[in-house]
């Protein structure tokens, strides 16, 4: 069994979200880390910030939500920002995947 | 002359023995009892003849047979023990009593004077001077219980109480044997880089006890094993060790500690089974294979045997057993590395203790006994020379678990269900083996996915609706990992939007990945050099 959790970290600044991915994605439980995301997230935010730095795993599956996530938060106007520090698995799989065309990857 | 005092006493009885006697052995406790209290009614004249015996907690009195007041049972009418009432009073002073008038101030179940019984008669149903339940007689006429009638429905009492006696430990014994029958193990999990076996004997002194062993994985890629003994033989021992066995998993699943898990357990012991108590080994080993964490409740030390070496109990603290006893004190967990081709042997106390042998002497034994190899043939060759042919008082649960020694050219195959929850019993597989052959972290990372990624194609589009399934095998040198992913399915390409990166990052990531198509499948090549990026 595949286990990631979603945790939405501080609402200091009443108009962005820091969410906490950790665990691992793929194909099994990419579809309820991407609805756990999207829920997290209110439709008046200016930024939002996904940080991956504890995902132990993740491919394609997880990349696809990314991606969507970019997609549907550049629609609504708002900043999305993935921070995956250099070294972690998270990280590798998004340079690969030219991620950085659509967010901003943080350190 | 009244119709109870018809026959004899002792003509009376042997009506009471016939019905106690082997004819009738096959038949259910229910219908033994039914058969007999018909008799014991018919020979009192009385209207009904009851059975209540004591519950599970030992507290209340429940009806389980009756003749002439089936409606008792079938309603699962119940009593306490400690009531002031007609059966009550009789479990506490374990004395006959006549009761002439039937009501609420007299008795405590309503379907008595309901029923219009006038007069009661009971005695306590009492086997080897344990307290097993309450026979009593009532009459809605107005005859009236006398003290001959007293001195009859003791003795038939007696011969009530053994039978049941012997009904219930015959079937404690069954449905303890078959709780251990279903809760250990049949097949133990497969993990590659370990071989495993396991035996489970019953002792022959008093039917099971509650010895258990229990080995699962974890999501996270770790592996728990489990040996414990309830203290306490029969049904009573067998059923909490299944709790025991079902709250051990739970508490593994939510820490990577060993003393967190067993002091939960403990904490869990004391407060759902006040007076348990259970010796348990609980060790967890690193997907790598290469270390174990261990902590010990009571329990024996595991024996460890390293290849073409001597077997040795290492040094580890025992800390108390989980129960009833002291207050409660920090756990502790000791890490023990675990070389390839080490075999670690947990078991319960039924393997080294003896009637006529000091316990040191049986562990040194056992220590003797001990060699490394594969596994079945190990534990066989432990059970003929720890036990032979001698009769064991207790219960034996052996556990036998070996890293296989390192391969000249290591190989891993797999075979899995094309199922999204394949694939994390796939990368746990392969964080056991990568780091065995050489790979560094960034090695490990890289080939999760390009190896996930195979997977999760062969998932998502090898096969129809009736599923399938497909075979990982890699072989390592020193310098690359190279091998296949293959189904037998036909090939799909990938559908809907944001699809399609998954192939695009295997070629990223690989020294080089092929996929073929033909009739029988999909092959996917990969090979990747180590220590590289």
Redesign the interface.
């Known amino acids: 069994m595949t286990v990631a959790h979603v945790a939405l970290l501080t609402e200091e600044e009443p108009r962005s979200a820091e969410l906490t991915v950790t665990g691992e994605i793929d194909l099994s439980n990419a579809d309820q880390v991407r609805d756990e995301l999207y829920r997290s997230i209110a439709n008046d935010l200016m930024y939002v910030s996904v940080n991956l730095t504890d995902v132990s795993y993740m491919d394609s599956s997880g990349l696809r939500v990314l991606f969507m996530l970019a997609e549907r938060l550049q629609r609504l106007q708002t900043e999305l920002a993935v921070v995956a520090p250099p070294g972690t698995p998270a990280r590798r799989i998004l340079e690969l995947a030219g991620f950085d065309a659509v967010a901003t990857l943080r350190p | 002359m009244p119709k109870s005092h018809a026959g004899s006493a002792t003509d009376r009885l042997e009506r009471i023995d016939v019905v106690t006697d082997s004819a009738l052995a096959h038949l259910e406790i229910e219908r033994l009892l039914e058969e007999l209290l018909d008799r014991i009614r018919e020979l009192l004249a009385a209207d009904t003849a009851t059975v209540l015996l004591l519950d599970s907690s030992g507290q209340h009195l429940v009806t389980r047979a009756s003749s002439g007041m089936k409606e008792a049972v079938r309603q699962g009418a119940r009593v306490r023990i400690s009531g002031s009432r007609f059966a009550g009073r009789i479990a506490t002073t374990r004395e006959p009593l006549i009761l002439d008038r039937v009501d609420e101030t007299t008795v405590a179940n309503p379907l008595l004077w309901h029923r219009g019984i006038r007069s009661l008669l009971g005695v306590p149903l009492i086997a080897n001077d344990e307290f097993l339940g309450v026979l009593h007689v009532g009459t809605v006429g107005d005859r009236r219980f006398t003290d001959t009638d007293v001195d009859f429905l003791r003795v038939a009492a007696d011969r009530v109480a053994m039978a049941t006696r012997n009904r219930i430990t015959d079937s404690g014994r069954a449905a303890a044997l078959s709780l251990q029958r279903t809760l250990i193990p049949g097949l133990l999990p497969e993990v590659a880089g370990l071989d495993m076996a396991a035996r489970y004997a019953p002792g022959e002194a008093g039917g099971v006890s509650g010895d258990w062993y229990d080995v699962f994985k974890l ?1 996270s890629g770790w592996l728990c094993v489990t040996v414990g003994d309830v203290v306490g033989r029969g049904l009573d021992a067998a059923t909490v060790m299944t709790r025991l066995r079902t709250a051990v998993r739970s508490y593994a699943l939510d820490s990577a500690d060993p003393a967190e898990v067993l002091t939960k357990l403990d904490r869990h012991v004391r407060h759902f089974e006040p007076q348990m108590m259970a010796t348990v080994s609980y060790a967890m080993w690193e997907p790598s294979l290469c270390r174990m964490h261990l902590s010990l409740a009571g329990h024996l030390t595991p024996v460890m045997a390293p290849d073409n070496a001597p077997a040795e109990l290492p040094e580890i603290p025992i800390d108390p057993p989980v129960g009833a006893g002291l207050v409660p004190r920090p756990r502790r967990t000791t890490a023990v590395d675990v070389e390839p081709g080490t075999a670690v042997l947990f078991y319960t106390d039924g393997l080294v203790e003896r009637r006529n042998r000091p316990l040191d002497d049986g562990l040194a034994l056992l220590r003797d006994v001990v060699r490394s190899g594969p596994t079945e043939a190990l534990c066989s060759d432990v059970m003929l020379r720890m036990v032979g042919t001698d009769p064991t008082d207790d219960d034996i649960a052996l556990l036998a678990i070996r890293r296989e020694p390192d391969a000249a050219a290591p190989e891993l195959t797999l075979t899995l269900e094309a199922v ?2 394949s ?2 019993d796939m ?1 746990a597989a392969l964080r056991r083996w990568l780091p065995t052959v050489g790979a560094t972290d960034d090695d490990i ?2 080939l ?2 390009i190896i ?2 195979a997977g ?1 194609n062969v ?2 589009h090898a096969y129809g609706p009736g599923g399938g399934r497909f075979e990982l095998r890699l072989t390592a040198t020193e310098a690359q990992v190279e091998g296949t992913v293959r189904d037998q399915g036909n090939w799909r390409s990938a559908r809907g ?3 399609g ?2 192939t ?2 295997m070629q ?2 690989s020294d080089e990945l092929r996929i073929e198509h033909d009739n029988g499948g999909t092959t996917v090549y990969l090979r990747r050099s180590l220590g590289n990026r």
């Open positions: 999501p999204p929850e694939l994390a990368r990372d890289d999760l996915v996930g990624e999760a998932i998502e939007t944001n699809r990166r998954g695009q990052l990223q990531l």
